[in-house]
């Protein structure tokens, strides 16, 4: 009886294809814990979308990452954190499993990163009767700028500035919006999104009509990932930028300024 219940053990790992077999330690790899937790930056629009009570009803980090885990045959969970500050903090914690944000420097050697999403443009928004006529403008003494901490425009323009000083706030868009309205800065600089959105809440405040830069948008693997999962994890991505997936999710968004990623 023994010998014929280890011969049908034997005869079922026989059939089940390498393929599979592989596909599921490359599965677990990524998601150990079972589930794919995927982080981004809950305080941006472009990667959660959300109705006034917080009810998340999607956005690009939310669309491509519950395709990512479909692909992987696991559930997806969102880690949502509450700012730039805090996605970036988040790195080399073991928080999450993939996140979905953008490739800066302040990131970029804590994590294997995919084929980029998306480029998005960061602009500049000034404060009621502050006049520039163009972003060169902005570069000047006694001005000051003010951006999220730790995020793109922060990381930019900490490297870019010569003359202006720049103020760091917490709290993203609704930090921006308060700093230009009391006065606390002359101009904000953020991704094309949250510039729109504080022009909408702020009258009187006008966007500058060119971006400063632009940032790529990728998916970063959790760092010390063998290279079979770096390729499994780019092999899904592709495959959610050719199938339309990403696309799909950008132009849902209707926003100015963000344009997905060639196939």
């Known amino acids: 009886m023994r010998r014929i219940l280890l011969l049908g053990l034997t005869l079922i790992a026989v059939m089940i294809p390498r393929s599979t077999l592989g596909q599921s330690a490359i599965t677990s790899e990524i998601a150990p814990s079972g589930k794919l937790r995927v982080a981004t930056n809950g ?7 959300q109705t006034t009570d917080g009810q998340v009803t999607g956005g690009v980090a939310v669309e491509v990452g519950r395709f990512i885990a479909e692909k992987l045959g696991v559930p997806f969970e969102l880690v949502s954190l509450p700012n730039a500050d805090a996605y970036v903090q988040s790195f080399g914690k073991g928080e999450w499993d993939i996140a ?3 490739s800066t420097p302040l ?14 443009d960061f602009m ?3 404060a009621p009767g502050r006049e520039f006529t163009n972003s060169a403008q902005v ?3 006694g001005v000051k700028i003010g951006v999220g901490r730790n995020s793109s425009s922060d990381q930019f323009r900490s490297r870019a500035l010569k003359s202006a000083e720049l103020v760091r706030f917490t709290g993203g ?3 921006g919006l308060e700093a230009l309205r009391n006065g606390k800065v002359d101009i904000w600089a953020a991704s094309a999104s949250n510039v729109q959105g504080i022009a909408a809440d ?3 405040a006008k966007i500058l009509p060119e971006a400063f830069t632009n940032e790529p948008y990728t998916v970063a693997l959790a760092k010390g990932r ?3 999962a770096q390729h499994k994890l780019t092999e899904i991505v592709s495959e959610a930028k050719k199938s339309g997936v990403v696309r799909k999710a950008v132009e849902k968004l209707n926003m100015a300024g963000v344009r997905a990623a060639a196939d």
């Open 107 to 120: 990131v970029a050697e804590k994590a294997h990163f995919g084929p980029v999403l998306m480029f998005v």
């Open 139 to 141: 570069d000047q003494s």
């Open 173 to 175: 868009a609704g930090g």
């Open 226 to 228: 063998s290279s079979a």
């Open 100 to 102: 979905i944000g953008a």
């Open 43 to 49: 305080g941006s629009t472009i990667l959660v979308t």
């Open 202 to 204: 702020l009258t009187g």
């Open 124 to 126: 500049y928004v000034a």
